[in-house]
């Protein structure tokens, strides 16, 4: 194995490692930090049934945001929807034999693929085109776009352009998942797909993308409205 | 005074274009030294702020979940952009929710976050500095704590809870505001937040007595600190003097009267409001509401209704039972506590009492929906009470009644643009500007429909309203009390109570 396999194999160990601590390290912050009060967005559900509905279409359908600004909600959807439908197709790298599901969905994964980079595209554009969003926008927020954006791109670059050998990337990765890596395969628009996609996990739980853990501990959507009938005490000091 | 120079109303909501620095200079004048003291923060800014506000935000970080939550996934969407009742009436960029969040956020990325730490330019995180500290203290007292954000938040963010964080860790450095502050300090001294003395109250309630007897040939009474009465009644004390208050106050009275349940103000606990939640200290917000607790115990009450106030509903229904509760002490036959309005809606429905709807005949009645209430409360049995419950009294005391446009009404009414501790003359600027959105929706229903009369259950609402509409060329008229409009129609010896 080339120093480089050796080097890149270990960058993928030590950045997943770090990304998933710090991931838990942070919702495990959240879920020990008490909440003194009772502060659901009134009205709220009076059940926790309710709650799960609530939160399902706050996760599922983006409601809060649907009534909010229709136009963002459909880059914003569509981007999400995307996401999730990529990531569900790559399932196919990851297991053995590939889940029949998994396999029928390669139109829907292209596509996707393609609706990734569109509504990323979209977003971004949106934040520089209304003065609104523009004012309070920062290059945070630009970066996350871009670097999802990127990788989206290099995705289909492989697809399109200069095909990868998809039977020697899924080599690898079965490789690093069952410890018992294999050399890098000689596509350096893999290597970079694989490193935008490093920066990705290790960027998430440092920044505003924990968005996608941290809206499970929003009290303002998670609490049941019984205040007067439940006395509700601070769950995690109590 | 002269009066703010306003736009012509249209009827129309519109988002505007962003005025950087619009409202820069509001500033609500800050506590004097003795203010701050009373309430055990230090009585000016201390020497090492810088530092001990950063501890004091690790702290919060540490026990608040919604604040430390909040500080991290915002994804600067812009749900929340145009929805806040400031920025719609000021075009300052910094009053849409996200920015007026940002002025803390940028700070906590600096001290709390790995990236604000070694990288603050790339992250946008800034030093707490005397400029951003004036910024706070400028824009978190140009925040209504009025929720309309959190409604649109994709997650949630409440916008109000970070402006409660801002001004406690403010006050925790002696940089308080002065009209919370010295209010405060009112409350838990007078038991009320004007500072009325015991024998000031009695006079008015005796006025009152004699008032109503007068008028209606009725002997209704308005009894203060009696034991072994079946009702603690606490109002906001503005309804003990304000107009149009004190017509509401006098609505309960007959209520109470008609139902033949006998009732009492307590002058140990003569004060609904609860500025403490605007401050963000739960400290002081509960040693406010524990006057209440001691009250009812003491004068052996069987159950606590409380009056007309927004805010004051929002801690009691959602915070009481967590600051001073169990109740265990009242008839569990009741909700504790129980509003006004629900009490009065029972006996409606009971037909307890007698009501005469023809007496409102005169007035088209729309209902404002008090920030409070609608997104901080809940009334009766069902989600959305608060909403139903004061729209069915008035429905049940007037025959002419119309919704304004739905888009400001029940879950995302406008703050009347007084709300969160802003009810003070060196803000009035901001005030007028911030009711710009319910005078437009009002302005369009009294074209339309002929409304003459807007009915609300909130003291600051009513103050709110009878000062800044007049600006829009809105009489004041225009204000109502629900009560007052269920003390119109209740007919006195009607119905031999409950």
């Given amino acids: 194995m080339t120093l480089f396999s050796v080097l890149f194999i270990l960058l993928c160990y030590s950045l997943t490692f770090l990304s998933v601590g710090l991931f838990i390290y942070r919702i495990h912050g959240y879920a020990n930090t008490p909440v003194p009060l009772k502060i659901p967005t009134m009205p709220a559900p009076r059940t926790e049934g309710g709650v799960v509905l609530r939160m399902a279409g706050e996760v599922l359908l983006f409601t809060s945001l649907f009534r909010a600004n229709k136009w963002t909600w459909i880059g914003g959807y569509i981007f999400h929807v995307c996401l999730a439908v990529v990531l569900f197709r790559h399932l196919r790298y990851f297991l053995t034999p590939v889940p029949g599901l998994v396999s029928l969905m390669a139109l829907a994964g292209i596509v996707a693929g393609i609706g990734l980079v569109v509504s990323a595209v979209y977003l971004f554009v949106r934040r520089l085109a209304v003065d609104r969003t523009a004012y309070f926008s920062t290059l945070s927020d630009y970066f996350a776009l871009a670097l999802t954006g990127l990788i989206g791109l290099t995705g289909l670059f492989m697809k399109f352009v200069v095909r990868t050998d998809v039977t020697s990337a899924k080599a690898f990765v079965m490789g690093l998942v069952t410890f018992h890596p294999v050399p890098v395969p000689p596509d350096p628009t893999l290597v970079v797909h694989l490193l935008l996609v490093l920066l990705l996990m290790v960027y998430l739980p440092m920044s505003k993308l924990l968005h996608v853990g941290g809206i499970f501990f929003s009290p303002t959507r998670n609490q049941i409205d019984d205040s007067r009938e439940k006395r509700h005490v601070n769950e995690v000091e109590a | ?498």
């Fill in chain 2, 1 to 498: 005074m002269a009066k703010i120079k306003t736009e012509p109303l249209t009827g129309k909501i519109r988002v505007p274009s962003i005025e950087p620095g619009a409202t820069a200079h509001y500033r609500a004048n800050p506590a004097k030294p003795e203010h701050n003291e009373a309430l055990g923060f230090p009585g000016e800014k201390i020497a090492n702020w810088e530092v001990k506000a950063i501890e004091k935000m690790g702290e919060i970080l540490d026990t608040n979940r919604a604040f430390r939550v909040y500080m991290d996934i915002c994804v600067r969407c812009g749900a929340c952009a145009d929805k806040c009742h400031y920025f719609l009436g000021t075009k300052d960029p910094n009053n849409m929710p996200v920015a007026r969040q940002e002025l803390i956020r940028k700070v906590y990325r600096r001290y709390f976050t790995i990236g604000g730490k070694y990288f603050p330019e790339q992250a946008d995180a800034c030093d707490l500095t005397e400029d951003v500290l004036d910024e706070w203290y400028n824009y978190f007292h140009q925040c209504s704590q009025c929720r309309r954000c959190s409604v649109y938040c994709p997650y949630g963010i409440d916008t109000a809870e970070v402006s409660m964080v801002a001004r406690d860790i403010m006050d925790s450095i002696g940089v308080g505001q002065k009209y919370c502050n010295e209010i405060l300090g009112k409350v838990l001294n007078e038991g009320n937040n004007l500072g009325l003395a015991k024998n000031a109250l009695a006079n008015t309630l005796e006025f009152f007595e004699e008032d109503v007897e007068e008028e209606t040939g009725v002997a209704v009474k308005y009894p203060m600190d009696m034991k072994g009465a079946d009702v603690l009644l606490i109002p906001p004390s503005a309804d003990f003097f304000s107009s149009p208050h004190v017509d509401g106050f006098i609505g309960y009275g007959k209520v109470f009267h008609e139902a033949g349940v006998s009732w009492t103000v307590s002058s140990y606990a003569s004060e609904f409001a609860n500025f403490g939640m605007f401050i963000g200290d739960n400290e002081t917000m509960k040693k406010v509401a524990m006057r209440i607790r001691e009250a009812a115990l003491e004068l052996g009450v069987k159950r606590i209704v409380v009056g007309e106030c927004g805010h004051a509903w929002r801690v009691a229904y959602s915070f009481w039972n967590t600051l001073i509760g169990p109740f265990d002490f009242l008839d569990p036959k009741y909700k504790t506590p129980t509003h006004m309005c629900e009490f009065t809606l029972d006996l409606i429905n009971r037909g307890a009492i007698k009501i005469d709807k023809s007496a409102n005949d005169d007035l088209v009645v729309t209902f404002h929906d008090s920030c409070n209430v609608a997104r901080g409360s809940g009334m009766g049995n069902k989600p959305g009470g608060q909403f139903d419950v004061p729209r069915d009294v008035i429905k049940a005391v007037c025959n002419n009644f119309v919704e304004m446009d739905e888009e400001t009404i029940r879950e995302v009414t406008f703050c009347c643009g007084g709300g969160g501790g802003l009810l003070t003359d060196e803000l009035l600027d901001l005030r007028v500007k911030g009711a710009s959105p319910r005078a437009e929706a009002l302005h369009d229903v009294m074209e339309r429909k002929g409304v003459n009369t807007m009915a609300m259950i909130c003291a600051i609402c009513k103050a709110q309203f009878t000062k800044v509409l007049p600006n829009y060329g809105i009489g004041m008229d225009m204000v109502a009390s629900v009560h007052q409009l269920v003390s119109n129609a209740v007919v006195l010896g009607g119905k031999k109570g409950v």
